[in-house]
């Protein structure tokens, strides 16, 4: 309840320095540009509206 009366108070500069949202290609590359910037362990959350489509989205994720 609380963090719903804060979430407007979050500027989309700071969702965009935290999160990596997008297609699968797009969030690969967020990766990329982390691990070039020196992050050495990405830890990924996959977030979507069903299990079915986090389950695929993380499949498609580990696709190289």
């Given at each position: 309840r609380h963090r719903r009366q804060r979430a407007p108070a979050v500027p989309d500069s700071v969702i965009d320095e935290l999160f990596l949202i997008g297609s699968p290609a797009e969030i690969r590359a967020g990766v990329e540009e982390y691990v070039r910037a020196g992050i050495t362990i990405p830890v990924l959350a996959v977030m979507g509206p069903d299990q079915?489509?986090?389950r695929?989205?993380?499949?498609e994720l580990g696709r190289r």
């Open positions: 079915d489509s986090m695929k989205v993380a499949i």
